[in-house]
C-alpha cells in the first residue's frame, strides 16, 4: 500500500474533495532525518502546511505530495522516473548548489532547495507547489472552498456541495474576493458575460438561492449584501485543532 493513499483519495481522478493531503517528509538516514523532520513538520504546521514523516522505504503514491532529502538519492531518482509522471508535488531538500538544485528542477521536480531555507520560504514554496498542481488539474483553492472547473463540482472540508452552473460561478467570483465586496457591475461581467446592465433580477436571485446552499454549512460561510457596493463573501475563522 502506497504512503499517503487514503489522505489523498479524494484527489484522485481529479475531483477536489476532501482535505489538502499532508506532505510527506522522507529521508534516508532515520536517525538524523526523524529529529530535523519532526521540527520541520511543527515549523510549516505554523504556515498552514500539514506534513508527516514516512519510514523512507515504502515508496509514496502518486497522489501524495512529497518532501524528500536530497541525500535520499535512491528516493529522489526513483521519484523524478515515475511512470507516470507524478500527480503531486515533489520538493527535494537540502540541495546547496544552485547548478544541482536547477538540474533537479529541470529533471521534474517542482522545486529544489537549501537545507538552510527559512520555514516560512519552505512553506510558501510548498504552497506555490500544490497551487500550480491543481491549477494543472482545473482546480482552484479559495476561501476554504474546492472549486473542481473541470467537473464543475465545489466541496467544502471534503463534502460536496450542490451547485447549478450559474452560483458555481457566482461563488467563485465572490471568493476570488473573499472579504471584499463585489459589484452588481463586476457579477454581470463575469457570471453574466455583459458588458451592461439589462435591468434584470436575475443576480439577486441567484445570490438567493446561493445563500440557501450555503446554510448547510451552518453559518462557516455566508454572502452579506453590501449598501450601494455589492455583495461580500465572508468567510468564519476555521478553528484550530
Not at 109 to 116: N, P, T
Not at 119 to 130: G, K, N, T, V
Not at 151 to 168: A, S
Amino acid at each position: 500500500m502506497w504512503r499517503g493513499d487514503d489522505a489523498c483519495l479524494a484527489r484522485s481522478g481529479g475531483v477536489a474533495c476532501g482535505p489538502r493531503a499532508s506532505w510527506l517528509l522522507i529521508g534516508a538516514d532515520r536517525a538524523a532525518w526523524t529529529p530535523l523532520a519532526r521540527m520541520l513538520a511543527q515549523s510549516l504546521a505554523r504556515f498552514g502546511v500539514q506534513a508527516e514523516l514516512s519510514d523512507g522505504q515504502t515508496r509514496p503514491s502518486p497522489i501524495a505530495p512529497v518532501l524528500c532529502d536530497a541525500r535520499h538519492r535512491e528516493m529522489v531518482r526513483s521519484l523524478l522516473d515515475d511512470t507516470p509522471p507524478r500527480l503531486a508535488p515533489l520538493l527535494i531538500h537540502g540541495v546547496q548548489a544552485p547548478q544541482a538544485r536547477a538540474r533537479l528542477i529541470l529533471s521534474g521536480a517542482d522545486d529544489a532547495v537549501s537545507g538552510r531555507i527559512a520555514p516560512y520560504e519552505l512553506a510558501a514554496r510548498m504552497i506555490a507547489a500544490q497551487r500550480a498542481r491543481d491549477a494543472a488539474q482545473g482546480i482552484i483553492r479559495l476561501a476554504g472552498f474546492s472549486f473542481d472547473t473541470g467537473l464543475r463540482q465545489l466541496c467544502w472540508r471534503g463534502e460536496i456541495v450542490p451547485l447549478m452552473p450559474r452560483e458555481f460561478d457566482l461563488l467563485l467570483v465572490l471568493a476570488r474576493h473573499a472579504g471584499l465586496p463585489v459589484s452588481r457591475d463586476v457579477l454581470l461581467r463575469s457570471v453574466w458575460r455583459t458588458a451592461f446592465d439589462p435591468g434584470t433580477n436575475s443576480p439577486e436571485v441567484h445570490i438567493f438561492k446561493l445563500r440557501q446552499r450555503l446554510a448547510s454549512l451552518g453559518g462557516a460561510v455566508r454572502i452579506e449584501t453590501v449598501k450601494r457596493q455589492g455583495y461580500r463573501l465572508v468567510c468564519a475563522p476555521h478553528p484550530r485543532g
